[in-house]
């Protein structure tokens, strides 16, 4: 019996049969894994012999009357696209960048029994005080680095960005150095801060607002490309009820 099969069934019995009822005459659950295998197979990165990245974020877009039938299962199939897509990549010799994540979104364009997949590379970002810099960011922090949804202050002496412990920053992304750039911060008595940011002599570079270069100095909105992860830079006031 073949994954997609055995995918069918797992589903099948966990929601009792109800969701293949709901679903006869519109979009079948094996349409939408065999669809995000096929997306995770096109958009395959290669790191080495043995090992290719693809994304870890999908958005399977459905029209408002599929979308509405998938409502009371939508977790239930999530978990187990999720595994299915899990296995798929196990056999392949595939790496995600963070962990995966699949959820359902309505388009008007789209006719009933019909889906389409989007698809990201979003690595996972870990570093100390990156949820107290969420939260406090407006009161208090000049600059900020946001990462993938999470920010994180930019105050002197700066930064380090990479996949290793060692690093201030720690991003899982396999295109990324153990020690890939610091983001260089200096008081200044006009400006308040001086930014830049420094390639330390990673394996493939960096792009400083889409040109490759080994140092650079930073602005408001400047942004920072490393593997597959890009960091914008944000500056504003630090003044009670300010924002960055």
Do not use: C, W
């Amino acid at each position: 019996m073949g994954g997609l099969q055995r995918f069918e069934q797992r589903l099948e019995q966990l929601i009792s049969g109800a969701f293949a009822r709901a679903f006869r005459s519109a979009v079948q659950p094996v349409e939408i894994s065999a669809a995000l295998q096929r997306e995770v197979d096109n958009n395959a990165q290669i790191l080495s012999r043995d090992r290719r990245l693809v994304p870890n974020d999908f958005h399977v877009e459905l029209s408002g009357t599929d979308l509405d039938r998938l409502a009371p299962y939508d977790n239930a199939m999530a978990r187990e696209l999720t595994e299915q897509l899990e296995d798929h990549a196990d056999q392949q010799g595939y790496v995600f960048p963070g962990p995966v994540t699949i959820s359902f979104e309505p388009a008007e364009d789209l006719t009933t029994g019909r889906f389409r997949i989007r698809s990201r590379a979003q690595a996972s970002v870990t570093g100390a005080g990156a949820d107290e810099a969420t939260r406090t960011t407006s009161r208090r922090v000049r600059a900020v680095l946001e990462i993938n949804g999470t920010r994180h202050p930019l105050n002197p002496p700066g930064l380090v960005i990479g996949r290793g412990s060692e690093a201030d920053v720690r991003i899982n992304d396999p295109g990324v150095s153990r020690r890939h750039v610091e983001f260089q911060v200096a008081a200044s008595g006009e400006t308040g801060l001086d930014l830049s940011v420094r390639d330390l002599g990673s394996t493939n570079g960096m792009l400083v607002d889409g040109h490759k270069m080994a140092r650079a100095s930073l602005r408001d909105g400047s942004t920072v490309r490393i593997g597959n992860t890009t960091m914008l830079v944000r500056l504003g006031s630090t003044g009670e009820g300010g924002d960055v």
